[in-house]
C-alpha cells in the first residue's frame, strides 16, 4: 500500500497554527500516513494531532523536522515521489492519478516557499489556479490520489460517531 | 445554472479569521455564487474577499447577515435546498449528487453549532465521521456537487495564472 507523508514547510507559530492544525487534521482523515511540521517548533500543533489519533485512532502522527531539505532528499534516495503544491503549478488532476501508486510526499507551504521546493519537488501542482486554501488545495489531491476511496477508511479509536440524519450520536468504543 | 451560497455560522473575529477567510476562498475558487457571513461583523473578511474578486475575477461577494434563522427561511421559501457539514451528518456523497441541480445554502458552524441549524437543514451531512476541517469538507462537498467541473471554471480578472511545471508565470490582464 502506497503512503503519503504530508510535509508543512515555513510553518510560524503564531501566525499559522490553525491552518496547520487543520493541514494535518485533513491528511489523517484523508488517508495520509504521517505529517511533518518544518519551520517553527510548534509542540501544539504536534500534540493536538496526537492527540486525536489517541482518541479517535489510526497511527497518523506529526513530527518536527528541522532539515526539510536534507528531508527530501532522503526520500528521493528513497524512492518517494515528491509533489508540491501550488496555484502556480500544472493541474494537479493527472498526476495525482499518476501518483497513486507510489509513496508521495505532499508539500504544503505556509510562508513564501523557497524556490528550492520548486526544484526538489517532482510535480509543482496546482488545485484551480485562483488562490484559495492549501487545506482545501490538500483535501482535493488527496481524494484524487486515493480516487475516493480515503472517505470510506475506518479508524479504530476509543470513540466514533454514528452518522446520523439529525442529532450527535458518539460511540465509546470499550477497550480489549 | 443552480446556485450555492456559503453561510458562516458564529463567526468569531479573533479566533476564526483565518479560517473563515480559507472558507469563502474555497467557495468562491470551487464556484459557489455568494458567501454569508454570520457571527462578529468582519470588515476585514468581507474586504479581503471583495478584493480577490476584483484582481482575480468572478462575481464572488461576502456579506454579514445578522440574522441567520430568517435567512434560511427565506432561502428555503424561495425553494433553495440547505445543507450543513457536519460531522455527525450522514455520508455527502449520495446527498451531494442529489443536490447538483438545485440551489442550496451550504452551511459551515465556527464554534458549537445551535441545534436549530441541525432542523432547519435539509441535510445533515459529515465527510468523513473523523474530526478535521471545515475549509476540507467544504472542498470535498464543492467538488461533489458539481461533479468535478468546477475544476475548470475560468475566472476573467486583471491578474491569471499560467500553469508552470516549475516556476511563477502571472500574467497581467489588459483592460478594455
Known amino acids: 500500500m502506497a503512503e503519503i507523508c504530508v510535509l508543512r514547510l515555513g510553518h510560524r507559530q503564531m501566525r499559522d497554527q490553525r491552518i496547520t492544525t487543520h493541514v494535518f487534521l485533513v491528511a489523517r482523515a484523508l488517508g495520509a500516513t504521517e505529517g511533518v511540521l518544518s519551520g517553527d517548533l510548534d509542540e501544539s500543533v504536534v500534540k493536538g494531532i496526537a492527540r486525536v ?42 498526476a495525482a492519478k499518476k501518483l497513486s501508486a507510489k509513496n508521495c510526499v505532499v508539500v504544503i507551504g505556509a510562508g513564501k516557499v523557497p524556490r528550492e521546493a520548486y526544484e526538489l519537488a517532482d510535480f509543482n501542482l496546482s488545485v484551480t489556479t485562483q488562490p484559495h486554501s492549501e487545506v482545501g488545495a490538500l483535501a482535493l489531491f488527496l481524494d484524487r490520489y486515493f480516487m475516493g476511496k480515503e472517505l470510506g477508511k475506518k479508524f479504530s479509536g476509543k470513540i466514533r460517531i454514528v452518522p446520523n440524519v439529525c442529532g450527535k450520536v458518539v460511540q465509546h468504543v470499550e477497550s480489549d
Open 53 to 94: 489519533s489517541e482518541i479517535w485512532g489510526g497511527n497518523f502522527k506529526v513530527r518536527h523536522e528541522p532539515d526539510w531539505r536534507k528531508f527530501l532528499a532522503e526520500r528521493k534516495r528513497a524512492g518517494w515521489k515528491v509533489a508540491h503544491l501550488t496555484m502556480y503549478g500544472e493541474d494537479f488532476r493527472a
